[in-house]
C-alpha cells in the first residue's frame, strides 16, 4: 500500500522540497531578468555575471545579490514605469471614457 510505503510526513517533505526548487528556478530567472535588464552594465559584464550564476548557482547568486542586490529594486520600479509609459499593453482607445455610441462601432438596435 501506497500510505505505508510513503507516509505523510514524507509527502510534506516533499512538497516542500518542490516548492524550495521552484523557488530557486524564480530566484534564478529574476537575476537573469535584472542581469540583461540593467543598463549600467556593459555585455561584457553581463556575460560575466550569466556565467558565474548558470555555472556556480550557488556562489553567484549569492554574490550578485551582495554585489548588486540593493539596487534590483531600482531597476525594477524604472522598467515597470517605462512600460507602464508606454502603454504597451492597451490601446489608446481601451483607455478611453467615451460611451460606446461616440466610438466608430455603433451599438445594436433593439428588436
Do not use: C, H
Not at 69 to 82: D, E, F, I, K, T
Amino acid at each position: 500500500m501506497l500510505g505505508t510505503v510513503y507516509p505523510a510526513l514524507d509527502l510534506f517533505w516533499t512538497l516542500l522540497e518542490l516548492a524550495l526548487f521552484g523557488l530557486w528556478i524564480w530566484l534564478i530567472i529574476v537575476i537573469l531578468g535584472d542581469i540583461f535588464g540593467s543598463t549600467d552594465l556593459s555585455g561584457w559584464e553581463k556575460a560575466l555575471w550569466t556565467l558565474l550564476v548558470i555555472v556556480l548557482p550557488w556562489v553567484g547568486v549569492v554574490i550578485y545579490l551582495i554585489a548588486r542586490g540593493g539596487s534590483m529594486s531600482q531597476r525594477s520600479a524604472g522598467m515597470r514605469r517605462y512600460f507602464e509609459s508606454r502603454d504597451i499593453y492597451a490601446s489608446p482607445t481601451a483607455l478611453s471614457n467615451e460611451p460606446l455610441a461616440s466610438s466608430s462601432i455603433a451599438s445594436p438596435e433593439p428588436m
